[in-house]
T-cell receptor, first 115, second 112 residues
């Protein structure tokens, strides 16, 4: 199936731990994103990579570190997890960076719960 | 930066009625306006989009209108069905780096 996939789907962990979420797309897209969706359903962009280069870096704590080993993969590592990090994290991908016609395809999400 | 406001936050309609969701944006350079539907526990999925050189676009029961002068765009769903129940997000791009700014979402409930 052509799609954006994420692992794991659920992640439950203790405060202070370090965790990673992985994302892969086989749509041949050049650009990948991480979004955070909080309990109020607000969707906020965190990072974007184009051809492995960071192009969007919103005001996200530096405990969050994205990494793109190749243009089909974008991982998110989170250090020293805090209660406020609990959310659903969505990966997305799209063609190019022109903005117009920039359909973003989302992964299934990773629900992170920090206890 | 871009700011996208979306109203209403919740909307309840009876099956067969129409639903309208409205968004305003702040960046006059925005030229692409997609709408996403997110069912409970699922991922957001694109349902329709419009570019700034078009005033209206239709796809079966859904349509989107854009008023560039007033910087607002709307989603119209006609003949609503229970499966239309979901959270709908509008979004607008900024001029560079393909960033989308999303509205705060509208929870649509279609009742029988």
């Amino acid at each position: 199936d052509t799609a954006v996939s994420q692992t794991p789907k659920y992640l439950v962990t203790q405060m202070g731990n370090d965790k990673s979420i992985k994302c892969e797309q086989n749509l041949g897209h050049d650009t990948m994103y991480w979004y955070k969706q909080d309990s109020k359903k607000f969707l906020k962009i965190m990072f974007s990579y184009n051809n492995k280069e960071l192009i969007i870096n919103e005001t996200v704590p530096n405990r969050f570190s994205p990494k793109s080993p190749d243009k089909a993969h974008l991982n998110l590592h989170i250090n020293s997890l805090e209660l406020g990090d609990s959310a659903v994290y969505f990966c997305a991908s799209s063609h190019g960076t022109s903005g117009i016609g920039n359909t973003q395809y989302f992964g299934p999400g990773t629900r992170l719960t920090v206890l | 930066g871009e700011n996208v406001e979306q109203h209403p936050s919740t909307l309840s309609v009876q099956e067969g009625d129409s639903a309208v969701i409205k968004c305003t944006y702040s960046d006059s350079a925005s030229n692409y306006f997609p709408w996403y539907k997110q069912e409970l526990g699922k991922r957001p999925q694109l349902i329709i989009d419009i570019r700034s050189n078009v005033g209206e676009k239709k796809d079966q029961r859904i349509a989107v209108t854009l008023n560039k002068t007033a910087k607002h765009f709307s989603l119209h769903i006609t003949e609503t069905q229970p499966e239309d129940s979901a959270v709908y997000f509008c979004a607008a791009n900024t001029g560079t780096a393909s960033k989308l700014t999303f509205g705060t979402g509208t929870r649509l409930q279609v009742t029988l």
